[in-house]
T-cell receptor
Framework: GDSVTQMEGPVTLSEEACLTI???????????LFWYVQYPGEGLQLLLK?????DKGSNKGFEATYRKETTSFHLEKGSVQVSDSAVYFC??????????????FGQGTILTVHP | NAGVTQTPKFQVLKTGQSMTLQCAQD?????MSWYRQDPGMGLRLIHY???????DQGEVPNGYNVSRSTTEDFPLRLLSAAPSQTSVYFC??????????FGSGTRLTVV
């Protein structure tokens, strides 16, 4: 079945440092890929998405590129802020289009940013 | 526009007790689902529904029941709670594009 693997956490950074959270996936066909963010005490929010190979999703200074050749969707940010402290989840849905694809999540990566 | 509303936010149960976690949405989304979140395991799908009267099992359905009598509501029932069901539960809906909307969660402790 489909699976998503994220880098081991937690990750602790100083403000303005660069961030990379690795994500690789296993899926048949052409899945859609997502990054979700969960702030303390809240539900999950969609951060960015990509629906086909070489697409780049971006939002709030975060970016991720859909790399089919390496089955990866790494999350990057050039300069993190304290307010970015949260749990980040990589996820996929099978296939493309607007099907009712079920979300499969990675295990989550806790990011803590210190002033 | 409330989105997805989950109740209660917190609950403590004794082993063997039953309860229902409520999920209501006002976005007219056909797809609704329940996930549980456990440390180091991400979110795992319990049950889902693609419309009123239609439900199906996800990855970890044992110990949970669901029904979908209306588009708006998708309750999750624990018939006989066990400590292994201690978790944070999220309801999520999906609209016509890729937009999943999550509720704020229910933190359940079974003692």
């Amino acid at each position: 079945g489909d699976s998503v693997t994220q880098m081991e956490g937690p990750v602790t950074l100083s403000e303005e440092a660069c961030l990379t959270i690795n994500c690789t996936y296993t899926a048949t066909g052409y899945p859609s890929l997502f990054w979700y963010v969960q702030y303390p005490g809240e539900g999950l929010q969609l951060l960015l998405k990509a629906t086909k190979a070489d697409d780049k999703g971006s939002n709030k200074g975060f970016e991720a590129t859909y790399r089919k050749e390496t089955t990866s969707f790494h999350l990057e940010k050039g300069s993190v802020q304290v307010s970015d402290s949260a749990v980040y989840f990589c996820a996929l849905t099978p296939g493309g289009g607007t099907s009712y694809g079920k979300l499969t999540f990675g295990q989550g990566t806790i990011l803590t940013v210190h002033p | 526009n409330a989105g997805v509303t989950q109740t209660p936010k917190f609950q403590v149960l004794k082993t063997g007790q039953s309860m229902t976690l409520q999920c209501a949405q006002d976005m007219n989304h056909e797809y609704m689902s329940w996930y549980r979140q456990d440390p180091g395991m991400g979110l795992r799908l319990i049950h889902y529904s693609v419309g009123a009267g239609i439900t199906d099992q996800g990855e970890v359905p044992n110990g949970y029941n669901v029904s979908r009598s209306t588009t708006e509501d998708f309750p999750l029932r624990l018939l006989s709670a066990a400590p292994s069901q201690t978790s944070v539960y999220f309801c999520a809906t999906k609209g016509a594009n890729y937009g999943y909307t999550f509720g704020s969660g229910t933190r359940l402790t079974v003692v």
